[in-house]
């Protein structure tokens, strides 16, 4: 049976529903296919590629042609499935035509359902004219990884009462400004819950603790594949580098040892052709010059 695919209205009407949303980054065709087969709600292209794919140090090396690319893969990958693709750092902060003529190419080119930008109040001028423009928004208020330097790095937050009454208010604004829902990252859990009833459009959790509307993780970190560091909140389901690195070792080694390939992962000629072959290159041999 097909799954069915969600939309804006349907999620919503999940929070209404207390029913919870499940979503994880994918960044290829096949991690965003098994995605799809599992039954997950919503498929993140985050700009965590920079770091689960280009090794970068962070996101802000990433760019809108990385990302467009990333999302027509995993289009293609999942189309069942809310897509939503995450606007890299300065595709939206330097003016809002910018953030416009950035977020359509979302659209047009790799076939999102959403597309999600970091901040408060600050971006409410870009999120009003994205949601203008006929497009879904969605908002990422606590931890925001583009701006992580002048946050002192990556560290919750939220955790005073005076920086809890900032977020709640960068959370009103956005939906204020036309978000149809947020995203609420590494902040303590009591105030997540406190933005999830202030707020009707959905609010989802990544590290912001069990009540929000649902929960977002890092594929790469969830599957154990992603090894520079793990963050408190990550809960590891695998530990495929530990499984892929073994397996590419014992093929090294069967390699070495010539106990790969063997003869069932070999091509046999047709019958009478090898004959036909052999025939014909000392015929060949027997033209030579002596």
Known sequence: MTKKKL????????????????WI?????????FAEIAGMDMILVGDSLGMCVYGYDGTI???????IVHCE?????????????DMPFLSYQVSV?????????????????????????????QVRAIADGGMLVMGHIGLTPQSSGQLGGFKAQGRTADAAIELINDARALQEAGAYALLVEAVPP????????????????????????????????????????????????ENLAESIIDAFRKYVEEVRSVEFPKEEHTYKMIEGEQTKLLNFLQAKKAEEPK
Do not use: H
Request: glycine letters at 10%.
């Open 7 to 22: 939309g804006r209205f349907e999620l919503a009407a999940m929070k209404q529903k207390g029913e919870k949303v499940t």
């Open 25 to 33: 980054t994918a960044y290829d065709f096949w991690t965003a296919q």
């Open 61 to 67: 090396p990433v760019t809108m042609d990385q990302c």
């Open 73 to 85: 893969a995993v289009r293609r990958a999942a189309p069942n499935t809310f897509v939503i693709g």
């Open 97 to 125: 035509e910018d953030a416009v003529r950035n977020a359509g190419r979302f659209f047009k080119e790799g076939r999102v359902d959403a597309i999600k930008l970091e901040g408060g109040k600050k971006v409410c001028p």
């Open 190 to 237: 009591e105030v997540c819950k406190i933005i999830r009833d202030d707020l009707s459009i959905p609010v989802y959790s990544i590290g912001a603790g069990p009540q929000a509307d649902g929960q977002l993780l890092i594929s790469s970190d969830a599957l154990g594949i992603f090894q520079a560091f793990t963050p408190k909140f990550v809960k590891k389901y």
